[in-house]
């Protein structure tokens, strides 16, 4: 039996060993003194660009995860301080191994070694992997179920929905320009129809990163969704992040930099532009969902009848018949545009996103493109068009 001074000696040893032959995997340090800021230490191991094998610490403080990069000899150096100094239990996971070690109130050390059986191979990814703008840790992705609680890590079948989030948060990224970001009265956002509010939590997060004084409202109709981020929100005491039961049309909107729509249903999309557009709001981020509205009230002309009598195709080119008029509406108010992929296909059909950026000059070319395009199609009735001009 080792003495519990051992036990101390035995875990530093197997940490360093695991860190040399590089069967580290991850150290998750838990249960920290009164006086330590962070809840919980996460150190994992990953390869950088020069495929070197570098550590990951992530400092968690419960609303925030600051994360530093660090040579798997000062991983060793900062982990065994956090331990002596901040944490009291640390788990750590080397080749098919865990050892769970801890610190008791009376100063001994207790270790418990477990082989771990059917161990996936070692999770050594590469860095662009791991340098996500919504980490797997942030403490949001638990509470609406797509981390498992505990560990941090992204639940297998939420993967997708993971990297949606981290994408959308990659182009506001390139949309909202660093002097807003960082700015220290921070960004108003408004997320219209946010569902189940993944994307209001992800802007969240990242927008309070960059300026804590930045705010995101979501607006949905669906009174059960709205207590959902409520509760979530709350259970983070994050009283950034605020929900309004509502339609987008009956919405009250002043003094927002950035209104986002995603897949906001049929003439949603177009109701959250028409908003964004008659608010003056400098910066438009929206993914069209299903497009009923101009499929209904098109006449294409004879010569497109082999081709619109396939259903599909008929859908498709109302789809990008809506789109386009869209983008045109949004140029002829004084935005400059960009129509692109959001996500790949195989994800969801509903991946175009346009984004937005006003420049106060109102293109006359377009709102005659718009014009001659209805003229086109007979399209008697274009909703967004009679939000914005009667
Ligand atoms: C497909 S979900 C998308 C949710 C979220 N934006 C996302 O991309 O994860 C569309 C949501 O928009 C809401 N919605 C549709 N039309 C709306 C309207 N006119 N006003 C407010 N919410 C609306 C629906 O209730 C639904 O929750």
Redesign the pocket.
Known sequence: MNSQHDNRLIFFEILATSLVDNSFRRVTLSKPLPSTPWKRVVASVYRNSQHEIQIALEYDDGRQVRRENLAPDDAREAIQRLLDESFTTANLRWADENAQFERTSRGSYRLKRQIVDHAPPPVIQHNREKNYLIPPSAPFLVGLGIASAGRGEIKRERYDKFRQINKFVEIISHLLPESLTTSSRGVRAI??????H??TFALGEYLRHLSPASSVIG????EE?VTLGRDVASSLRWSHLTFQA????DSDINSVDLVI?????DT?TD?AIAKAIMAEVPYICV?P?CHKYVRKHFAPSADLKPILRHGILEERFAESLTDSLRVLALEASGYQTKLFEFVSLEHTAKNVMITATKTGRRNQASREALCALKEKFSLRDFYLDRCLWG
């Open positions: 997320d219209f129809g946010s569902g189940k993944y994307l607006i949905e109709q669906r969704l509502g339609t987008i049309a729509a995603l897949h906001a249903c949603a109701d993914a969902c």
